[in-house]
C-alpha cells in the first residue's frame, strides 16, 4: 500500500516555474515507477512524465518535452517534477501516481496502468 500526497501548485505567469513535490509513504518506494498526469476541466486525465524505479529512464508527453523535467529521489520517498517555460495550456489538476514494477521500464502512459494516486494539486497558468 502506497500514500501519495502531491504539494507545490499554485498560480504562476505565463513564462514561469513551479516544482510540484509528491511524497510517498511505504519502505518499497523504489519498487514503484512513478508519473504524472494532468486532468484540466472536461478534460481526460493524461500522462505528462513517467520515471523508472532506479531514475535511470524517463519519458514525457510531446506537450512538455523540453520544457518539464520528472526526477525522484528514492532515500526521500519523493519524486519531483520541474516545470518550466509555462503556459497557459498547461493550466490543470496535477496528480502523482504509482505502478508496482519488476522491470525499468517506463511506457506505462494511460490511467490504468498505475495502482496508486495522490489527491492531486491545482496549477493555474495566467496569459
Known amino acids: 500500500q502506497v500514500q501519495l500526497a502531491e504539494s507545490g501548485g499554485g498560480l504562476v505567469q505565463a513564462g514561469g516555474s513551479l516544482r510540484l513535490s509528491c511524497a510517498a509513504s511505504?519502505?518499497?518506494?523504489?519498487?514503484?515507477?512513478m508519473a504524472w498526469f494532468r486532468q484540466a476541466p472536461g478534460k481526460e486525465r493524461e500522462f505528462v512524465a513517467a520515471?523508472?524505479?532506479?531514475?535511470?529512464?524517463?519519458d514525457y508527453s510531446d506537450s512538455v518535452k523540453g520544457r518539464f523535467t520528472i526526477s525522484r529521489d528514492n532515500a526521500k520517498n519523493s519524486v519531483y517534477l520541474q516545470m518550466n517555460s509555462l503556459r497557459p495550456e498547461d493550466t490543470a489538476v496535477y496528480y502523482c501516481?504509482?505502478?508496482?514494477?519488476?522491470?525499468?521500464?517506463?511506457?506505462?502512459?494511460?490511467?490504468?496502468?498505475?495502482?496508486?494516486w495522490g489527491q492531486g494539486t491545482q496549477v493555474t497558468v495566467s496569459s
Open positions: 501516481a504509482a505502478k508496482a514494477v519488476t522491470t525499468y521500464s517506463v511506457h506505462y502512459y494511460h490511467p490504468s496502468n498505475y495502482d496508486y
Open positions: 520515471i523508472s524505479r532506479s531514475a535511470g529512464s524517463t
Open positions: 511505504g519502505r518499497t518506494f523504489s519498487s514503484y515507477a
